[in-house]
């Protein structure tokens, strides 16, 4: 049998009372600081999925399936076509734009191959943008086809029910060109005009940018900064 | 010197047993439930490596490297070719299909350009589905060169020994149109056809599915749910 | 009031001074492991936009910023052009490569479209390396349009900051073939040259391979081993 002094005893409880709290502190600092990191990059998984799955829903004509990706107030921008606002009109827009059937018709082509994603993730895992390339295959069997050329600029958001949506989709359209032709022998004003679909059913808001297509140099701004140098990058 | 109450001892053994682990289990279960959602990002980055490796090791006529990315009893369907069951059968298949030699011939170009994945990772990390989109680059010099559109909607296993496979690969191809022409001067029927390989190396099963390819409406069914909604997806 | 047992106050101590501590270091570990796979994750993450941002600044003429991208020590090799060394000299050929300017000019298409990355993560996430396919679209308006096929097999690094940077930069040119004619109507030796650039601005050091391009078979070697046999690979 043993006596413990007071010493002992005091270590014993500031032991107990301290030291694994520490360590457990520590451990919990670092989980918490991996989740943030973890949720980071499922978020970039996230909307990778979202703006591919956005192309493979339009390749199809499944307007209310491309629209559902959208936040309650997400807008759409096509080229000059202006702004849309809302899963329905976005629906209604994409729709339009395409013929006004679901689906696609015999012999629509409607490919909206969806390229090089640069996200750019907050910090807080909560909202992102992001940079993509565009290179449509459109056209309508014995009649026409397309390529077409465009940059997209778009924001996304995590909803309070953990799941990201498209808060801004913008496609700056650089071309629509005649397959026959190629890039080089657009007529001038021919790579970029505003849709019938717009005219006809027209936007919530307005363009929001003067639009300078090809042969003129067209200038999406980079919504991200450099990813060496931290700077905002200007076109020139 | 000081004796410990009856209550301070028990103090001291349930801190001893009990408080420790309890922070350790926490910890614990936030780490496992960490170590499966690093799994899960993990095995999406392995299985766009696998999927991209098939597309790279088929453009130089890599046959066997490109079976090795396959389960034992993977599976590849192409077009209308049927299904051909194994490694074995799947280099000879691609083999035939692009000539019968190792490798490529002079002036043979044969790119599979692999685009915009959109995973779907099983909750244990252990299975997956993927929708791409393939844009291939075909021909051969001073004869014929084609543009190839084509979505695919294949499956991957992680094996025993943690390592990610393509169990099941199957590219719904829409068109191979001369480019020359562009897809909107196909002949009727020119834009799918049974290969030649296919023919004098019948497949193990034959199409899984009823083929319409342009300017028919080409239906690759997806096998993932809406991202947003949660909701199976179907054309129309 | 109780007395201890020597055997009771020995667990206590070790208890104390052992248990806390092995489950701390337990989960000390299993931490410091998954910072080490996020890091990796994170790394795959980092470099892809780095490629994919210069694709994007390249586009629009933004040498600086593309040249900004690399390493201090870092390359870049084109082609037939030779190496060029150091962030300087790599902003100036990208310069001389496109006309001389900052920007494009008026009818300048310079789309570097950036696909299908497999990026082989070092296991301490500090280098990396990655094969890319090049398909470029360029052009003159009312001049000349082409489509460009190439591979990079570039390198990256993670500096003491923290920031991954292109280390090697290395384009695998295959063809740059006139809109017009497509791959199968190239003239023999039109479809790879060394540009004006290189000749009036010679680089650092010479072509760091043998070029054969198409109609030859353009041999790209793979620097990642093959990610299920881990063997390496190489074309025959």
């Known amino acids: 049998m043993i006596h413990l002094s007071k010493w002992s005893a005091a270590l014993i409880a500031s032991a107990l009372f301290a030291a ?5 502190q520590t451990a919990e600092r670092q989980i918490d600081e991996l989740v943030l990191r973890v949720e980071r990059l499922e978020g970039t998984r996230a909307i990778k999925k979202l703006q591919r799955a956005f192309g493979y829903y339009v390749d199809r ?3 209310g399936e491309a ?3 959208f936040t309650d107030n997400g807008t759409i921008e096509i ?3 202006g702004v849309y606002v809302g899963r329905e009109r976005i629906a209604e827009y994409l729709r339009r734009l395409h013929g006004g059937q679901e689906g696609l018709i015999y012999g629509q082509l409607n490919e909206w191959v969806t390229l090089q994603p640069a996200i750019a993730m907050g910090a807080d895992a ?8 565009d290179l449509g295959m459109l056209g309508q069997y014995k009649d026409h086809a397309e390529w077409r050329d465009g940059i997209y600029e778009n924001a996304y958001e995590r909803g309070a029910d953990g799941i990201w949506r498209i808060s801004a989709l913008h496609l700056f359209v650089n071309f ?10 657009l007529r001038e004003g021919e790579g970029l005009a505003r849709s019938e679909a717009s005219q006809a059913f027209p936007p919530d808001r307005g363009s929001s940018s003067d639009y300078a297509a090809f042969p003129a140099r067209e ?6 900064p450099h990813p060496v140098t931290g700077k905002r990058v200007q076109e020139r």
């Open 79 to 81: 080229g000059m076509d």
């Open 219 to 224: 200038m999406p701004p980079f919504q991200a």
């Open 67 to 69: 629209a559902d990706l």
């Open 176 to 185: 629509v060109v005649p397959y026959e032709k190629g890039w080089a022998r």
């Open 61 to 63: 004509g499944l307007w």
């Open 20 to 24: 694994a709290p520490v360590h457990a």
């Open 126 to 133: 909560r909202s992102a943008t992001a940079r993509w390339r």
